[in-house]
């Protein structure tokens, strides 16, 4: 039997930040994930700085092996509609590819790893948790995504009632002549909107890599959309005409509209598995990431007595940062709620200032910053 002080399931974001800023406070923490790394993960990779920041990335070194898209504007719209360019005068984001980023921080964050196993087993012992009839730990840290086992084990109805955002994203490396042909330019990322504003598609380019994707409300005839989607794109010429249709689908919760359980006696759940994403624009890395580190906080103030009294300060932090949950609509999520109409869609001041600067950005939100 091996022994850890935490043992976190799922090596994303949520549960590498997690595992960092534990490693850093001296707990011997074990990440178990199914997947083997490098893995990839279904996203359109674009991260925000304050991401960067809350995790003191280095961006030189980062991007001297890894792809590091800087972004300074956006190409926004309506699909079929009228197309804005709102340009800032320095780097706003990034565009990463998740099976570079991921393994970079699971990496750097020094826990003790278990890829290639998934979570099967989880029993109550004296004290604590015994996993997989191998490892024994006081603290369960569920950072498993949207269909995180430990989030099921804590009572969540996955897929059954939770009102999800469903979403289907291709990326793919360009050969020399699609990069010749596709007019969507790596520092400007284009965002266009549904009709009926229960979603939107998005086109990144990364270097060599192009990422296509759409996500909507609930999962009806979303490949009815991403193929409006894709035709609209390739009308326009964005993008180029033999690009592969491949594309995968997956879903996640957003903050407020679906509400899991976030914390049990010896367990908690971090990220996609806690339902975190931001509501207007369905971001899910930086929750993920300040969700990690404030449930290692929390940890450590709780000085080994996991009981669902001493996790009760990461829920508290949960709110604080992103907000009480009021209630939450059952099987129709308000996807882009604050959007009045797609007339402001062509506005200058609202793309910039509250889509683009607000919902996307979160710009009046100061990075989440550690001791
Ligand atoms: C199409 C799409 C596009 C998106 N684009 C963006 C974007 O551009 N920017 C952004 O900020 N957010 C985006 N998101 C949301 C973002 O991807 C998620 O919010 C984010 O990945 C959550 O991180 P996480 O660490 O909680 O979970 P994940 O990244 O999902 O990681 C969970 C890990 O748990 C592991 N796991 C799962 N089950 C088990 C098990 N049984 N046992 C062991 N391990 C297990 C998985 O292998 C995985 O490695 C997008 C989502 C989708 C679906």
Redesign the pocket.
């Known amino acids: 039997m091996e022994n850890c002080d935490v043992l976190i399931?799922?090596?994303?974001?949520?549960?590498?930040s997690c595992a960092w800023r534990l490693r850093e406070q001296g707990l011997d923490v074990m990440v178990?994930?199914?997947?083997e790394?490098p893995?990839d993960?279904?996203?359109?990779?674009?991260?925000?700085p304050a991401?960067l920041d809350a995790l003191r990335f280095d961006t030189e070194s980062y991007a001297q092996h890894h792809v590091l898209q800087a972004i300074t504007a956006f190409r926004t719209g309506l699909i079929n509609g009228r197309e804005l360019q709102t340009r800032y005068p320095s780097t706003v984001s990034y565009g990463i590819r998740?099976c570079e980023l991921?393994d970079y921080l699971l990496k750097r964050s020094g826990a003790r790893l278990r890829l290639g196993?998934?979570?099967?087993s989880l029993k109550r012992s004296s004290n604590g948790w015994i996993v997989n009839d191998a490892i024994s730990t006081p603290l369960v840290i569920g950072?498993?995504?949207?269909?995180?086992?430990v989030a099921r084990f804590m009572g969540a109805e996955l897929g059954a009632s939770e009102p999800i955002?469903a979403?289907?994203?291709i990326e793919f490396e360009m050969s020399p002549a699609q990069q010749g042909i596709c007019q969507v330019q790596g520092d400007t990322p284009e965002l266009y909107f549904c009709q009926d504003l229960k979603g939107y598609g998005?086109c990144?380019r990364k270097g060599r890599y192009l990422n296509i994707?759409l996500?909507r409300e609930g999962n009806a005839h979303l490949s009815e959309h991403l193929k409006t989607f894709c035709d609209f794109l390739k009308q326009r010429g964005r993008i180029p005409q033999d690009t592969p249709e491949n594309f995968h689908?997956?879903?996640?919760l957003l903050y407020g509209h679906a509400v899991r359980k976030q914390i049990d006696d010896g367990m908690l759940l971090?990220?996609?598995?806690?339902g975190?994403?931001y509501p207007q624009?369905?971001?899910?890395?930086?929750?993920?990431v300040e969700?990690?580190l404030m449930a290692a906080d929390t940890t450590m103030q709780a000085e080994g007595d996991y009981s669902l009294e001493q996790l009760l300060p990461y829920t508290r932090q949960l709110v604080s940062r992103f907000g009480p949950v009021v209630a939450p609509s059952r099987g129709k999520p308000d996807f882009l709620r604050n959007i009045l109409s797609g007339v402001l869609l062509n506005n200058k001041v609202f793309t910039r200032h509250i889509l683009l600067d607000r919902w996307f950005l979160h710009k009046h939100q100061a990075s989440l910053q550690v001791a």
């Open positions: 399931i799922g090596g994303g974001p949520a549960g590498s178990m994930d199914k997947s790394f893995r993960k279904i996203c359109a990779g674009w991260v925000t991401v998740r991921d196993e998934a979570l099967n950072a498993g995504g949207h269909f995180c086992p955002i979403a289907k994203e998005w990144f994707g996500g689908g997956h879903a996640y971090i990220g996609d598995a806690a975190l994403a624009s369905g971001e899910g890395i930086r929750p993920a969700s990690g």
